[in-house]
């Protein structure tokens, strides 16, 4: 992960200044993420809007209101990707949409469908591809001291999506002159099918109009709790402290080198000059050596200690002793969590005066207005009770069609048909792994020739990055290893090293950390290294 390239200023904030900073993201790249929430769901508006027995109805809407999850991953995606510098098109995007539908998309239609901290948790699925128990535990890790800002982000976008369609409708009531007659009101409540497709079209709006921002809200806090538990600012801080005192180093070097040029040349000046002194005073000690005998000089024995006592122990070691045992003990290790209701006051309770109050009688007079109206939307109700027993029979079938299709194994044995080859569907690798686009179509057919003339003419850096994609494409489609979008270079290690023999295994965990040296240590490595690479990668791959 870059860090450096970040667009935001990587710092540890308070949760509601972590939404304040999604407001402003979403502001910044409002376009794209709004043209990539509106596109795709407003395709699927209309084409439903197309159906006959659907037209007219609020089934459409419903129904792309329910899958709201889907919209959401999107600009999310465009976001992770501006978050870095690198500018996501809307065409890409819309490609990449299959992909990001399709990570956990049963529990985001089901259970976690009304999710108040919903926009928080979608880049724990979008982003890190997370399930199950790991997923939990990422949840509970981010959701500590930021959890209830988000189910905060949700109750007021939710409010601003219904004071948009207020405003819509009251502006049109109010703009409309008196003297035509014309009930703005009735007529949308009347059974018009005009009526019903602006009411859709305008409830959408609102919605794809609060999406970027309640998404870039999520997004924010979810940033803001990983600067947090991984010190980004820090590492951001120490990189700075690496590059200044490179550059220093560099200078030093150089001053070194000057100076040590300006030695030479003086001391070749004056060694000529000096060399008849240095002869006689040789000439001079020898001569004095053979006349008079040296005496080795006495030593004093009462100097000397008798005994040394001991050197005494490092304090350092014995505090790292004491600071190892302190952390490895059971109270940094235990994990408690407490849940409960408490009042906010204990002086709130107060003794009625009246015998029936009058917020009591204003409850009930509520629940008979509750009533008449559901008396009135009689038909609306039915209508909507109708595309929930559509929306529920087609969650069943889905359901049905996810069973079969995780458990197909175990029907083909039932049915006789074990040994059929895996789908062709099941067999297409990720695109892109570590930011590296690994398609096929993206590889050259000779890649060893390519490598080498990149390094040929100085380009050691994209070399490298050739030969890195190039063979983790070659591991998906040759040697049938599985990668996700979300693994690191560590995790690819540790499938390769699963899954491959030893020899590919050493070839690959020497290309791994040639690119870590390069992408994180700016270590380029040299024409013989490139060279060595490369002829391994056409020896293990078959090429």
């Keep these: 992960m870059e860090l450096d390239r970040l667009a935001i200023v990587a710092r540890a904030r308070r949760p509601w200044?972590?939404?304040?900073?999604?407001?402003?993201?979403?502001?910044?790249?409002f376009p794209r993420l709004f043209w990539s929430w509106f596109i795709p769901s407003s395709a699927l508006l209309f084409l439903l809007d197309l159906v006959p027995f659907l037209r007219g109805?609020?089934?459409?809407?419903?129904?792309?209101?329910?899958?709201?999850?889907?919209?959401?991953?999107?600009?999310?995606?465009?976001?992770?990707?501006?978050?870095?510098?690198?500018?996501?098109?809307?065409?890409?995007?819309?490609?990449?949409?299959?992909?990001l539908a399709r990570r956990d998309w049963i529990p985001w239609l089901l259970w976690r469908r009304f999710s108040p901290s919903r926009s928080f948790d979608l880049p724990v699925t979008v982003l890190e591809s997370l399930q199950g128990d790991a997923r939990a535990e990422r949840i509970a890790i981010l959701h500590v001291g930021s959890g209830s800002a988000a189910s905060g982000l949700t109750i007021a976008c939710a409010h601003f999506e219904l004071v948009l369609v207020a405003a819509v409708f009251i502006g049109s009531y109010l703009l409309i002159p008196a003297e035509l007659g014309f009930d703005f009101f009735d007529w949308i409540v009347s059974d018009s099918p005009t009526a019903s497709w602006l009411e859709q079209w305008v409830v959408h709006g609102a919605a794809a109009l609060v999406a970027p921002f309640y998404t870039m809200g999520g997004f924010a806090l979810y940033l803001d709790r990983r600067i947090e538990l991984e010190a980004w600012d820090v590492e951001i801080r120490f990189r700075h402290l690496a590059e200044r005192s490179s550059g220093s180093a560099r200078a030093v070097a150089r001053l070194a080198k000057g100076g040590?040029?300006?030695?030479?040349?003086?001391?070749?000046?004056?060694?000529?000059?000096?060399r008849a002194e240095e002869i006689a005073i040789a000439e001079t000690t020898a001569s004095a050596q053979t006349?008079?005998?040296?005496?080795?000089?006495?030593?004093d024995d009462s100097a000397m200690p008798i005994d040394s006592p001991p050197a005494a122990a490092d304090p350092r070691l014995e505090s790292r002793a004491a600071i190892e045992e302190i952390l490895e003990g059971d109270a940094?290790?235990?994990?408690?969590?407490?849940?409960?209701?408490?009042?906010?006051?204990?002086?709130?309770?107060?003794?009625?005066?009246?015998?029936?109050?009058?917020?009591?009688?204003?409850?009930?007079?509520?629940?008979?207005?509750?009533?008449?109206?559901?008396?009135?939307?009689?038909?609306?109700?039915?209508?909507?009770?109708?595309?929930?027993?559509l929306l529920g029979g087609g969650a069943l079938l889905a359901l049905a069609g996810f069973l079969l299709h995780r458990h197909r194994e175990v029907v083909r044995r039932f049915l006789g048909r074990s040994g059929v080859a895996e789908s062709e569907a099941d067999q297409i690798g990720p695109e892109v792994l570590i930011g590296l686009d690994v398609r096929a179509a993206a590889i050259p057919a000779d890649v060893p020739r390519e490598v080498l003339q990149l390094?040929?003419?100085?380009?050691?850096?994209?070399?490298?990055?050739?030969?890195y994609r190039a063979t983790l494409s070659r591991l998906v489609a040759r040697a049938g290893l599985r990668f996700s979008e979300g693994h690191t270079e560590e995790q690819c290690l540790?499938?390769?090293r699963r899954g491959a023999d030893a020899r590919l295994a050493e070839f690959f965990l020497e290309l791994t950390r040639c690119w870590q040296r390069m992408a994180?240590?700016?270590?380029?490595p040299g024409t013989a290294e490139l060279e060595r690479l490369c002829a391994g990668f056409a020896e293990r791959l078959h090429v």
């Design 332 to 389: 940094f290790h235990r994990t408690e969590r407490k849940q409960g209701w408490r009042l906010a006051s204990r002086d709130s309770k107060k003794e009625s005066e009246e015998l029936v109050p009058d917020w009591l009688i204003a409850w009930f007079e509520s629940f008979e207005a509750i009533a008449r109206w559901i008396d009135a939307q009689r038909e609306s109700i039915r209508t909507l009770i109708n595309g929930l027993e």
């Design 494 to 496: 540790a499938i390769v």
């Design 455 to 467: 390094a040929a003419s100085g380009r050691s850096r994209e070399a490298l990055a050739l030969l």
């Design 57 to 99: 109805s609020t089934i459409g809407l419903l129904v792309v209101w329910w899958l709201k999850p889907f919209w959401d991953r999107l600009p999310l995606y465009v976001a992770s990707r501006a978050l870095f510098g690198e500018q996501v098109r809307i065409g890409a995007a819309l490609r990449a949409f299959p992909v």
């Design 17 to 29: 200044e972590a939404i304040d900073l999604g407001i402003v993201m979403a502001r910044t790249w």
């Design 291 to 299: 006349t008079t005998p040296t005496e080795a000089p006495a030593i």
């Design 260 to 274: 040590l040029a300006a030695a030479v040349v003086l001391f070749a000046l004056v060694g000529s000059t000096s």
């Design 520 to 524: 994180y240590g700016h270590r380029e």
